[in-house]
């Protein structure tokens, strides 16, 4: 039989009596819903269980960070706790109970694609007021900013009083309406916008509809800002204006503005200077665009475009190659999450570095250094952070003085990478984030040769190896490794060890390579051996000790041996 009246009430007390919390808030619910002794019924409410939860809703919504929330006082939506992260909520407005909001229920959504794939970005939300209806979307707030577009702040905004919802306020910012939304970001741009468009079907198209408009605008000088932008896509290049009108055509399709920034670096005044000057024409406020309108060393470019550039990490890329506009998404959420830590990131490449298959982390110092030296070869999808290099550049000014040294003549950058794993962690990343175009280098050194800007063999006939890959190149090179580790490790045993490993491997590695391609097969043996001469007398000069030495020793000859086919 059904309680009613002052059956229902005195069941009420009862329960509450007898501690049974849950049972005696149902039934006084149920007696301020059927209109007996409502007064009363919700005065006992908030009595046994309110008053003592108060203090803690007001400091959750007083740690809500949101510019222009309403005042606490305003908020028309008050949540009962009942069971367990469950609350009955109560409208004061219309003074009646509105159902339950379950916290539990927001992480029980399988997330969607679509915001999965959406590491970085954040989403845009059409609605009313009530988030029981977008659990998914709230659950989405641990790892985006939302941006809610809500009819109804007073209720909305009161759900962020919730203790347990603490975690996903702090990433969520409401406006009362559409126009205030635009304002918001036409005013902030260098708050970037969001890429997803969700929530109540009717607002959604409204604001994808201002989201494309300020997108636009923030391709204009007027609303541009540089701000905040955390990747630089950084092109030095040379003779090579109808290449990065190429790269350009694919850039200026990114769905991103204050997030990026495109720097070139034009170095030499030779070839396709037509082509180079419709770069400053192109209407798009992204591409920061320098013409030196002189020839430079290929390190000066280099820096220069790490110099010229705004954004927090800089992301080396060569004229000839394709950025993986997809790819973005994953890679400035990387950035994001290690901005404080990491200091270089080599990104995998489609050809080059496709062989990236896991994902490396390497700490600061001598764990940094051997996960990264000598593998960053090849320029593009070579990711560093500005500020460290920044603060290194004097000291990265005086390795000119190694210009004869053919390490570092062919690879200064991976110097820079040495001198960078002192100042941040390192990570290897096996998404591709560069698309490898056809190499014009050939045929760009031609055009100079026959217009006279160069004299000179510049490959291998036979082979069409570059005279940097041949035996003697190459051994001339770890010449230029050894003194590098001199120079970079000094009295550092420990360091000298592992890099002389590497060193060693590396050019062994690269010896092979050429005797692949058909190159003077026949000195091939002969040109290890000189290879193990230069590594014995290398290492009785570095301060190592007894044990070291025997230990390099017998991996070299051991290396030594088996590329030779000798058996151990």
């Known amino acids: 039989m059904a309680l009613e009246g002052q059956q229902l009430l005195e069941y009420a007390y009862e329960q509450f009596e007898k501690r049974a919390y849950d049972a005696a808030l149902e039934a006084f619910i149920l007696a301020y819903v059927k209109g007996y002794e409502q007064e009363w019924a919700l005065e006992n409410i908030y009595n046994c269980y309110m008053a003592g939860n108060e203090a803690e809703f007001q400091k959750t919504y007083g740690l809500w960070g949101m510019d222009g929330k309403p005042k606490y006082e305003e908020l028309i939506l008050d949540f009962i706790p009942y069971r367990e992260g469950e609350y009955y909520i109560f409208d004061k407005e219309l003074r009646n109970f509105r159902g339950i909001f379950s916290v539990g229920s927001i992480g029980s959504f399988e997330r969607q694609e679509d915001f999965r794939q959406m590491e970085f970005s954040a989403l845009a939300v059409s609605m009313y007021w009530d988030w029981r209806r977008l659990p998914e979307i709230l659950a989405e707030a641990v790892f985006h900013e939302i941006y809610a577009v809500c009819k109804d702040m007073n209720r909305c905004a009161a759900f962020f009083k919730i203790p347990e919802l603490a975690e996903y306020a702090k990433n969520i910012v409401l406006f009362p309406s559409a126009e205030v939304f635009q304002k918001y970001f036409h005013e902030h741009t260098s708050v970037y916008l969001p890429k997803i468009c969700t929530g109540e079907e009717d607002g959604k198209r409204g604001l994808l509809e201002i989201l494309n408009q300020e997108h636009a605008y923030r391709l204009t000088p007027e609303g541009r800002s540089t701000d905040n932008i955390l990747l630089t896509i950084g092109i030095p290049t040379a003779h090579r204006g109808n290449l990065v009108l190429k790269r350009l055509e694919n850039l200026v399709k990114m769905p991103y503005d204050a997030e990026v920034e495109i720097a070139i670096s034009k170095n030499c005044v030779d070839l396709y200077e037509r082509e180079y000057a419709q770069i400053p024409l192109l209407q798009d406020a992204r ?184 035996y003697d190149a190459r051994l001339k090179q770890f010449q230029g490794y050894v003194e590098f580790i001199h120079f970079f490790w000094g009295e550092n045993s420990e360091g000298i060890e592992v890099a002389m490993q590497m060193v060693m491997g590396k050019t062994l590695y690269l010896l092979t390579l050429a005797k692949n391609y058909g190159y003077d097969e026949e000195h091939f043996g002969e040109k290890v051996n000189e290879f193990m001469q230069m590594c014995r007398e290398a290492i009785e000069d570095f301060a190592l000790s007894k044990e070291q030495k025997i230990t390099i020793l017998k991996i070299l000859e051991n290396s030594c041996l088996r590329i030779q086919g000798t058996p151990n």
Not at 294 to 300: D, M, P, V
Not at 365 to 394: C, H, P, T, V, W
Request: one cysteine or more; charged letters at 30%; hydrophobic letters at 35%.
């Open 287 to 470: 591409i920061n665009y320098f013409d030196h309108k002189k020839a430079l060393k290929i390190t000066e470019n280099w820096s220069y475009t790490v110099k010229m550039a705004h954004g927090k990490y800089v992301l080396l890329v060569s004229d000839e190659d394709d950025i993986v506009l997809e790819a973005l998404e994953h890679y400035l959420a990387l950035l994001n999450r290690h901005r404080e830590k990491v200091s270089v990131v080599r990104a995998k490449t489609s050809y080059q570095y496709a062989r990236i298959n896991k994902k490396i982390y390497g700490k600061k110092g001598l764990d940094a250094f051997e996960k990264m030296f000598l593998g960053q070869n090849y320029l593009s999808g070579l990711i560093i952070r500005r500020e460290d290099f920044l603060q290194e550049y004097e000291y990265l000014l005086k390795l000119e003085r190694f210009e004869k040294n053919d390490f570092y003549r062919f690879y200064p950058h991976e110097w820079w990478c040495a001198v960078l794993s002192k100042k941040g962690d390192y990570i290897q990343e096996p998404i591709v984030l560069i698309l490898e175009q056809e190499s014009v280098r050939i045929k760009q050194l031609k055009q100079l040769k026959e217009g006279g800007y160069i004299t000179g063999d510049f490959q291998n006939v036979e082979t069409k190896l570059p005279p940097y890959a041949t």
